[in-house]
Nanobody
Framework: QLQASGGGLVQPGGSLRLSCVVSGSSFNIKAMGWYRQAPGKKRELVAGITSGGSTNYVDSVKGRFTISRDNAKNTVYLQMNGLKPEDTAVYYC??????????????WGQGTQVTVSS
């Protein structure tokens, strides 16, 4: 089970930190990631992190978002800085079936709304 939190309303240029707590004992050997889906758009992978801590990001968030994980807390984070209106979406955390990012999508959290607006 994945429980996401941390979304909300923020002004352009602001910051939010999303958290996703994962139930279970195998968190440390699985890839984790964050997807987002805006109204009328396909769900897209925003950021992923392997079990070893390697990361990748969609081009539109590089330099602004940082994904990290705390294996002791079974938690993955998405620090979002310099938020833009186009970042507005429902953000979903997901776990992988294996250690690598392409395995993401095994389990999904419930989604948390991020709205960037003045």
């Amino acid at each position: 089970q994945l429980q996401a939190s941390g979304g909300g309303l923020v002004q352009p240029g602001g910051s939010l930190r999303l958290s996703c707590v994962v139930s279970g004992s195998s968190f440390n050997i699985k890839a984790m990631g964050w997807y987002r889906q805006a109204p009328g758009k396909k769900r897209e992978l925003v950021a992923g992190i392997t079990s070893g801590g390697s990361t990748n990001y969609v081009d539109s968030v590089k330099g602004r978002f940082t994904i990290s994980r705390d294996n002791a807390k079974n938690t993955v984070y998405l620090q979002m800085n310099g938020l833009k209106p186009e970042d507005t979406a429902v953000y979903y955390c997901t776990s992988g079936s294996e250690w690598f990012i392409r395995s993401l999508g095994d389990y999904w959290g419930q989604g948390t709304q991020v709205t960037v607006s003045s």
